[in-house]
């Protein structure tokens, strides 16, 4: 007796595409609250990160009247060009990439200072609202429905209904997550409300594109739209902490630690005594008021000016060749996301723009016909990291050289008076400035800055030989010069309370952007005249003028950045510009940097487990309830992770398994294994007598390999050990009851074999319901197989096994590309296949392909479909319905759905057999959308229809009709 039987579990995935670094020496030194993680190029952020954690940590636990059950870790990285931070406050620690952050959406501000508190707070915050404590993270709902299956050798059929649902441990929305670390604490100023973020939020107050009160409670948008959510969290938060109490946003976290509320609206009518949704529209109400009452009432719109593009919402950084007849720019359009930058040419006197280069980063220079610019490199480095680089592109040969490598090189400019590229590139925290001789091809630093000094926009005055850079020390920027000639390092534009950016020098002066009057506006001075040349209630930056003249910008005005010209210079009345002239003195009070760098004796890293987190889990799997849970634990540097799950039913039908991966070397090393028990219970009649039989059976398997990147794909080797065994318990129901049983294995094997995945696709805000890009995967294993033939009687007089060999090589290929249809809204078409074949076709069929179910031909049964052979081709075609809208149906935030069509065609057959080409078209429904706020949540539906009926022979002569039954699939999961 045999059945086959699949393994089916919902579970967390193991990380893939990933660089372990072993070349990094860890050290740890531990302070009162804290233990700090660094390594040799990140020692000195994290020494003085230290100094800042201790400082802010009795405000932040003051406010919320919560400490951490252990001290927090800090993790201070520099593995890729990365400006980030993120609060892992589960685990109980934080990470931070040292290189500082230079927004266009955001003030320049000291980064250790601001980084460290936001994460922080997070952790105390969001701890602070926890349901079930530090060890349960939340719980799973599921639910595994199965095809009805002719078979009378397949147990139950595969797999037709998915279905995962949280219960979340935190329901926080990311307003309110990110409002609170934004606003750090009362006194706290490492992240103010500065011009950058007021611009924001007052240029959709003043466009009447505010967002609405579903939108602040989800991410998942595209151009400005996440950090708007950022940036209106803020004010919001703001706002709530004024208008009632400092302690209204901690005493909010502490209602929504309630284990039976999920919703931020009951929490704010607890706390406030209003429903949330009414309290975020009398925000809205005040600041509209305030905005509309502040803001100037001229505006930039003059006959002088003209857009060359706005497409996108991130046009920056122009610079104009030298013979005046083209631009170089930076745009994001044809992305979702602001940071997704190219690099275009405008050509004024064609009057069009086209794209040269993907992926660069920083601000352009010209040499000639050529453009320098920098971009991250395509693929990691032998270490896996992705540093900035420069490359120049010559506009006449359309070839593009790189000029360096790795050296983390950002914001080149060309000096014609020695042949040489100056760029900026930053070390533990701190930027310097390099110069490249492009005749000798040698390179030097010729800035010394190393108190974490913010510097960006190189610019080259070569009437005086000299380098102009943005330079943020505390807050905001000012614009400093360095003598190429002797090194002399001084203020150009001091901005002691405000912020003067973007510098450009000439023939007669200067220009740049500052904000003294609470909106960044262009400044002008030369030997005749000075003042503000543009007048906008949006903002304009990144200027560069010409000799002819004419000068390109950076626009911002409802919510995108434009590449403007002016075409002449007009100097406006001071008493037009901005709020107020003396706005910037609201600055002045601000607090002086936190100093100090902790000397504490550092010792080598040890591996250090958070404790172990479980989630339990609810299973309605083939009709019956399963009860357990996962568990998971992964050390701090997520060198050792841990993950695994068991769950039982009232049968004692058993699903465990556990995995394991080890990160301290350059491959990953995996260990996993999987144990499944089901039980069956068959009445059947034999001669005259009835007999009821109890069938168990067991799945055992043990598999261990290596997984190491390889230029941005994903490598695996492995080898494998499997056991199944049965077991049968006879009851002869005559009286007396007779009971009689034995056990057997029905196969046994081991596989060695390799896996090799590639995946590219764009990042787009729809990617998980219509991903555009391609994935490949190729499988090869040989198989050492053992399936029993029959059973023997031993010399003992036991049943034991008869084994056959059905030793096999096998490979498959499976194959995805997507690509949107012209001229639609991202109407996309998506072509797949999945090819394999094993070496040997007198294996037994338990070895073939199947075909059929969800991951095959979808309009047949998984079962239906068998061979030593397979091929299957897909074409699809998706139409959106919508993307990033805002419904909201209970806990579930609806923002993007899609219907689409299927044909598909192939067979799965023995290589000696005729190939019967069998079809099957559908249609399906895709919805997607974060429920409880954060927790990404994909709805599935599918119909399928079979176009062709067969029949299939199992060995016992009698045939099953497949291809009259329409299939259905549905799945409620965490992606597609």
Known sequence: MRYFLCFCTISLAMSQAHYNHPELDWQTFETDNFRIHFYTETETSARKGAIIAEEIFIPLTSLYNYKPPDKTDIIFTDTDDISNGAAYFYDNKIIIWTSPLDFPLRGSHRWLQNVITHEFAHIISIQSSQKFGKSIPGGYLQWIGYEKEKRPDVLYGYPNVLVSYPIPGTSVPPWLAEGVAQYMYPGADWDYWDSTRDMILRDQV???????????????????????????????????????????????????????????????????????????????????????????????????????????????????????????????????????????????????????????????????????????????????????????????????????????????????????IYFLSTYDGT????????????????????????????????????LLFDMTVNHNKSIYFLSLADSTLGTYIDAASWDARNADVFDEGIVYSDDRTGIFNLFYIDDKKQGYISNTTGGAFMADYHNNGKLVYSHFQNGKFSIALMDSIKIYDNEQIGYANDYYKKNESLAINIIGSAADTSASYKDHFPPMFFMPRATMDYGKIKLGSYFYSSEILEKVSLIGGASLNHLFDQDIFFLMEYKHLYPTLFFETYYMTRNKEENVNYSAYSLRNNIKFRLLEFK????????????????????????????????????????????????????????????????????????????????????????????????????????????????????????????????????????????????????????????????????????????????PIFKEKNYSFGSLLVNSALIGFESQAGDAWKRTDAFNFKQSYGAHIRISGYSFYNYPTAIGLEYHKPLNEFSIDIGDNTEIMYGMEDRIYFNILFGF
């Open 206 to 420: 003043l466009n009447n594109n505010m967002l609405s009160w579903n939108e602040i409670n989800t991410f998942g948008k595209s151009g400005i739209g996440n950090e708007s959510v950022y940036n209106s969290g803020f004010a919001f938060s703001k706002y709530i902490a004024s208008k009632y109490s400092n302690t209204s946003l901690s005493d909010i976290m502490k209602s929504l630690s309630s284990p039976f509320n999920f919703s931020v609206r009951k929490a704010m009518k607890e706390v406030l005594g209003k429903d949330g949704r009414e309290v975020y529209t009398d925000y809205m109400n005040l600041i509209s008021q305030r905005y509309s009452a502040l803001s100037p009432s001229s505006n930039l719109y003059d006959q002088n000016i003209r857009y060359i593009d706005d497409n996108g919402t991130a046009n920056l950084l122009p610079k104009w060749s030298d013979d005046g007849a083209k631009i170089a720019y930076l745009s994001n359009q044809n992305h979702d996301y602001f940071g997704s930058t190219d690099l275009f040419i405008y050509n004024l006197k064609k009057d069009e723009s086209h794209k040269i280069m993907d992926g660069v980063t920083s601000r352009p220079t010209w040499n000639g016909n050529t453009v320098i610019y920098s971009k991250r490199s395509i693929t990691p480095n032998k270490d896996g990291s992705r540093y900035f680089d420069l490359y120049e592109y010559d506009l006449f040969t359309k070839k593009e050289t790189r000029l360096t490598r790795d050296l983390r090189a950002f914001s080149p400019v060309f000096s014609k008076n020695d042949s040489a």
């Open 431 to 466: 930027q310097n400035i390099f110069k490249i001789n492009l005749s000798s091809s040698t390179s030097e630093k010729i800035s010394n800055f190393s108190d974490h000094e913010i510097i960006n926009n190189l610019t080259f005055d070569p009437l005086k030989n000299q």
């Open 704 to 879: 261990a390999g290596t997984r190491f990147p390889f230029y941005g794909t994903q490598f695996e080797l492995f080898s494998s050990w499997s056991q199944y065994r049965a077991s049968i318990k006879e009851n002869i129901q005559e009286k007396p009851e007779i009971r009689s049983g034995y056990g057997y294995e029905y196969y046994k094997g081991s596989q060695v074999g390799l896996n090799w995945f590639i995946q590219r696709y764009k990042q787009r805000v729809d990617r998980a319901i219509n991903p555009i890009g391609f994935s490949f995967r190729l499988s090869a294993a040989k198989e050492f197989n053992q399936f029993i033939e029959g059973l023997d009687l031993s010399d003992s007089g036991t049943l034991t096994s008869s084994f056959g060999k059905h030793d096999l090589f096998r490979t498959k290929i499976e194959s995805e590309y997507s690509f949107n249809i012209s001229n639609t809204n991202r109407s996309s078409i998506k072509i797949g296949a999945k090819i394999g074949s094993i070496s040997n076709i007198n294996a037994d069929s338990f070895f073939y392909f199947f075909g059929g179910g969800f991951t095959g031909l979808k309009g047949y049964p998984y079962y239906s479909l068998q061979g030593s052979e397979l091929f299957i081709a897909d074409l699809g075609i998706r139409f």
